[in-house]
C-alpha cells in the first residue's frame, strides 16, 4: 500500500515561501497517479491545491495559481508544493494526497498532514 | 465561503439513519462525479463514496450516495458511535477557465 509523508518548515514568514515535500513510499511515482496538495486551515474545511503526474504537468487551483508551483523528482520518489507570498490566510494543515485520475474529485491515499504557521 | 453547501451538522441516535445534502450548481454538481471523505477529527480525510455513487473496497455498504442534479447526498444507515465524524462532499467546478476540485464545508455528524 503506498504511503505518503510531508516533511517542511511548520514555520514561514509572511510575505516569505512555504515550501512542502512529500515522501512516497510503498509503490511507485511513476504511475498512472496525480500526486496532489490538498490544505485545512484550522477550523475550517478542505482546500484542493493542486495536482501534477510524473511527466511534470501540473493543474492548479484558479484561486492560488499565481502563487504555486509543484514539482516531481521520481528519483528520488517525492513531490513538492511551494507557495509564495504567504500571509497568515495561508495557516494550515497541508496534505498530500492520491488522485487517481486528473481532476476526479477523490483521494484515495493521503499523507497524515503536516500543520504550517505563518507567523513573524 | 466554499462552493458547495452543506449543513454543519446532523445527528441522530445510534441505528438511526442520516442523511447529509450537498447543494451546487450545473457548472460543478451538475455535471460532473461527486465524493464524500470522512475525517475524524485531528486525522486525515479518508474515501467513502467515489464516482457518486460507488464505495472503495472496506467501506461498508451503509454509506451510500446518490445525486440529482444540482445536488447530492450521503446516507448512513446503522449509525455508529465510530461515524462521529466530519463529512466532505467534493466534485469538479468547471465555471472557470482551469476547471478546480472544490469541496463542501463539511458536515459534522453526533450519535445522540
Known amino acids: 500500500q503506498v504511503q505518503l509523508q510531508e516533511s517542511g518548515p511548520g514555520l514561514v514568514k509572511p510575505s516569505g515561501t512555504l515550501s512542502l515535500t512529500c515522501a512516497v513510499s510503498?509503490?511507485?511515482?511513476?504511475?498512472?497517479?496525480?500526486w496532489s496538495w490538498v490544505r485545512q486551515s484550522p477550523g475550517k474545511g478542505l482546500e484542493w491545491i493542486g495536482q501534477?503526474?510524473?511527466?511534470?504537468?501540473?493543474n492548479y487551483n484558479p484561486s492560488l495559481k499565481s502563487r504555486v508551483i509543484m514539482s516531481i523528482d521520481t528519483s528520488k520518489k517525492q513531490f513538492s508544493l511551494r507557495l509564495s507570498f504567504v500571509t497568515a490566510a495561508d495557516t494550515a494543515v497541508y496534505y498530500c494526497?492520491?488522485?487517481?485520475?486528473?481532476?476526479?474529485?477523490?483521494?484515495?491515499?493521503w499523507g497524515q498532514g503536516m500543520l504550517v504557521t505563518v507567523s513573524s | 465561503q466554499s462552493v458547495l453547501t452543506q449543513p454543519p451538522s446532523v445527528s441522530a441516535a445510534p441505528g438511526r439513519k442520516v442523511t447529509i445534502s450537498c447543494s451546487g450548481s450545473?457548472?460543478?454538481?451538475?455535471?460532473?462525479?461527486v465524493s464524500w471523505h470522512q475525517q475524524v477529527p485531528g486525522t486525515a480525510p479518508k474515501l467513502l463514496i467515489y464516482?457518486?455513487?460507488k464505495r472503495p473496497s472496506g467501506i461498508p455498504d451503509r454509506f451510500s450516495g446518490s445525486k440529482s442534479g444540482t445536488s447530492a447526498t450521503l446516507d448512513i444507515t446503522g449509525l455508529q458511535t465510530g461515524d462521529e465524524a466530519d463529512y466532505y462532499c467534493?466534485?469538479?467546478?468547471?465555471?472557470?477557465?482551469?476547471?478546480?476540485?472544490?469541496f463542501g464545508g463539511g458536515t459534522k455528524v453526533t450519535v445522540l
Open positions: 494526497a492520491i488522485q487517481r485520475v486528473e481532476l476526479l474529485p477523490y483521494f484515495d491515499y
Open positions: 510503498g509503490g511507485s511515482i511513476i504511475s498512472s497517479n496525480w
Open positions: 501534477i503526474y510524473h511527466s511534470g504537468s501540473t
Open positions: 450545473s457548472s460543478n454538481i451538475g455535471a460532473n462525479y
Open positions: 464516482d457518486t455513487d
Open positions: 467534493g466534485t469538479l467546478d468547471s465555471s472557470l477557465s482551469d476547471p478546480s476540485v472544490v
